[in-house]
């Protein structure tokens, strides 16, 4: 199995606060890797640093082979790394094709405009915003504007997706059909790495879970390791019987 | 049909600078002439100033520095060393163009208001330096040896002539802009515009793209400089880097429309034609410019989209006919 994404003892600062401390896991291509932690343990610096946003005061990441560490994000994003964001970042007097197009355009394989209209009308067909097409980004609510950080993302076709609480504030139904389509995305080659406070989602989406707590990696590994690791029942999940419900559930 | 549909974006913004460029002909007016030419070198600076200001999102207060700086390298060249016009115009534009690339290697980092005062400061700085500059004059500037208009016919074919080239320039700028607005370039530009970080994540090489459009928007005032400078004989400082000219540009850009094509024009029209009105009133001449600031404001606080931006949003047609 190739290795897509090496992260090594990553370390970041913000002056006095120390934001990750040696944060240090290795991705193989094809995996769903869950990142999880209490409000604030560093798991969006953590993304921030991957894709070029800050560059780490020590460590190294490497991706597909290559040293990023000190790289922009955008020599990242045409390398086939794409992300959404928490606080969702449309462009809002642009329409909602636009949106995806600059996507397709700019990222991983670098479209012409016109063969990028054709993916992002594609891609928004994918995540159910064919209809909303022509419509400016800005008018959009908060699920259809995840879904479309999530269209801009995949219309780069990338190797690596980086994905930011995109169930956050998305109702039952929704939340479901956001998690079948990330499964979708899984099965046509792509990478995952999510951020996610919805237990239920992330236990049963990952392959793999790495825990973060002010900064410190507390625990890594499968879903079933993770729930009964008492250092993460103490520090985030709390109730031993609701790691125990979670599993069980569905 | 579809096709003819297609291109109307451009086609508008062309016919009103063939009408303007008719204009004089057709009422055989030389005061008429003399409109028509500030109509089209507002044309000209404010379709310019909206590549940076329209679909880049950045604000220069101090754009006409590329009009004047243009317009001294070009009408020192033409009068000193016997270059032709032809030469000077473009010597013009490419001087501009290298200042826009290396001010913007220096100062496109900055972003909102902190880039907007760099630019103010730039064209004070360009103006103390030309000021203090013996080869391009010092403070009384250049004058052109009268002589010089007889290898384009004397001084009335000149005039003639130059008003024929900025009708061109005119339509240059617009191509520029039309070409820009509908091409990946363009695209990545308006991405920049609407939210920098997020257009540098999808893979949007801001620091470049926000360059190359800064050195195009500098092109054309830097030939139009050289040509205004030619019509008129001279040059001096003051004339050259007049910093309410860069607030005027803005107002045109704003009212018209930032970000669109059509936009800058209809604003630079209107803009001429009002102020044409307010600086012959009794009343209006002494305080023209007060009357630009209280418009400025007025877009600002009310249509800050500008007249076709209103327009793009009310309907859908309207968003397809105007680019």
């Known amino acids: 199995m190739t290795l897509l994404l090496q992260v090594q003892g990553v370390t970041k600062r913000f002056g006095g606060l120390q934001a990750l401390t040696q944060v240090t896991f290795d991705l193989p291509a094809g995996e769903i890797f869950g990142l999880i932690g209490p409000n604030g343990a560093g798991k969006t610096t953590l993304f921030n640093t991957i894709n070029g946003v800050y560059h780490p005061e020590e460590g190294r990441i490497v991706f597909q082979g290559k040293d990023v560490t000190k790289m922009k994000p955008y020599y990242l994003a045409k390398m086939g790394m794409a992300r959404t964001h928490q606080i969702v970042r449309p462009l809002n007097e642009l329409t909602v094709r636009e949106n995806v197009m600059v996507g397709a355009c700019f990222g991983h394989e670098n479209q012409h405009l016109a063969s990028a209209a054709k993916i992002a009308d594609e891609v928004l067909d994918f995540v159910k915003l064919s209809s909303r097409a022509d419509q400016l980004a800005g008018s959009l609510n908060v699920a259809q504007k995840k879904r479309l950080e999530m269209a801009r993302a995949l219309a780069s076709h990338p190797r690596l997706l980086l994905l930011d609480e995109v169930l956050a504030g998305l109702n039952p139904s929704e939340i479901d059909g956001m998690i079948q389509m990330i499964l979708d995305i899984r099965t046509q080659g792509v990478t995952i790495i999510m951020i996610e406070h919805l237990m239920k989602a992330v236990m049963n989406v990952s392959d793999r879970i790495l825990v973060l707590d002010y900064g410190e990696q507390i625990a890594e590994g499968n879903p079933k390791e993770i729930a009964s690791d008492p250092k993460v029942i103490e520090a985030y999940l709390g109730d031993p019987k609701l790691a125990e419900r979670l599993m069980e559930d569905d | ?323």
Not at chain 2, 80 to 93: C, E, K, N, P, T
Not at chain 2, 98 to 122: C, D, M, Q
Not at chain 2, 137 to 153: C, E, H, R, S, V
């Open chain 2, 1 to 323: 049909m579809r096709n003819w549909q297609k291109y109307i974006g451009i086609i508008i913004p062309l016919l009103v600078v063939a009408g303007l460029m008719l204009y004089p002909t057709v009422t055989g007016k030389a005061a008429a002439r003399e409109t028509a030419f500030t109509i089209l070198k507002a044309i000209a600076l404010a379709s310019s100033l909206n590549i940076l200001l329209g679909y880049t999102g950045y604000v220069s207060f101090g754009h006409i520095v590329f009009f004047g700086f243009g317009g001294y390298v070009g009408f020192y060249l033409l009068s000193s060393q016997g270059a032709s016009l032809w030469i000077a115009i473009l010597a013009g534009g490419l001087s501009s163009g290298i200042l826009a690339f290396l001010l913007g290697k220096a100062i496109l980092r900055l972003r909102g208001a902190y880039f907007a005062l760099a630019t103010i400061g730039v064209n004070e700085a360009m103006k103390a330096f030309i000021n203090n500059f013996d080869l391009f004059g010092g403070p009384t500037g250049i004058t052109l040896n009268f002589k010089t208009y007889l290898a384009y016919g004397g001084a009335s074919k000149a005039l003639e002539m130059a008003f024929f080239i900025v009708g061109g320039l005119a339509c240059l700028a617009i191509i520029m802009s039309y070409v820009i607005r509908t091409s990946k370039f363009g695209l990545g530009l308006l991405a920049i515009r609407e939210n920098e970080d997020a257009a540098e994540v999808m893979g949007v090489i801001a620091p470049d793209a926000k360059t190359w459009a800064y050195v195009l928007s500098a092109i054309i005032p830097g030939m139009i400089g050289v040509l205004f400078f030619f019509k008129n004989g001279n040059v001096e400082p003051h004339d050259a880097f007049p910093l309410h000219a860069s607030i005027e540009l803005l107002v045109m850009v704003m009212l018209g429309g930032q970000g669109t094509v059509l936009g800058p024009i209809l604003g630079a029209f209107a803009y001429q034609g009002m102020r044409g009105y307010l600086v012959t009133s009794d009343f209006f001449k002494d305080i023209q410019l007060s009357v630009s600031g209280a418009l400025l404001l007025i877009i600002v606080l009310f249509i800050p989209a500008g007249a076709v931006g209103w327009l793009r949003k009310r309907s859908e047609l309207l968003r397809r006919v105007l680019a």
